[in-house]
């Protein structure tokens, strides 16, 4: 039998981690002087929002109580990057550097969880779905910084 607590640790963890990743575009969003890049950290923060209200649903079917809040390390390091941004102005490159960045830490997170032995064969159902929508953004935003690199 698996270890519904546990489960529901894991699941909220991705749940803060994405919510961060929310936060993320939508700061990058409103950064970016592009609107091809505001646009699309838009539609992603949406698809994210997707992937944690179905997380969230999964941590109420075993009987927990979902995160809400992202994490407060992250939140430090966006006001940071809003105070540097201010001091030394930003760029779209400076944008990218982060969100690439961030979703390299995602992703991380993702593939431990996808890992996991411990968790119950409907909880990884729930997170392998979930992640092939991370997943899937985060392919989209390799091509988009390709090219970008590639324009430059």
């Known amino acids: 039998m698996f270890d519904q607590s546990h489960d ?3 699941l909220n963890s991705l749940i803060e981690t994405t919510i961060d990743s929310v936060d993320g575009y939508r700061h990058s969003a409103n950064e970016a002087t592009n609107s091809r890049f505001s ?3 838009r539609s992603w923060a949406q698809d994210r929002e997707q992937v944690v209200t ?3 649903d999964r941590v109420r ?7 809400h809040d992202g994490g407060i390390l992250a939140a430090m390091h966006r006001q ?3 105070l540097r941004d201010k001091v030394t102005g930003t760029d779209d490159q400076a944008v990218i ?3 690439d ?3 390299s830490y995602l992703d991380d997170k993702w593939q431990t969880a996808l890992n996991d032995n411990e968790l119950s064969p409907e909880t990884r159902e729930v997170i392998q779905s979930c992640y092939g929508s991370v997943r899937e953004g985060r392919m989209q935003w390799e091509q988009l910084n390709k090219s970008l690199s ?3």
């Open 80 to 82: 940071f990057l809003s």
């Open 101 to 103: 960045r961030g979703e």
């Open 39 to 41: 646009d699309s950290f």
């Open 54 to 56: 179905k997380l969230r």
């Open 150 to 152: 590639a324009a430059t």
């Open 8 to 10: 529901i640790s894991v």
């Open 97 to 99: 550097a982060e969100v």
């Open 61 to 67: 079917a075993l009987g927990g109580t979902p995160e």
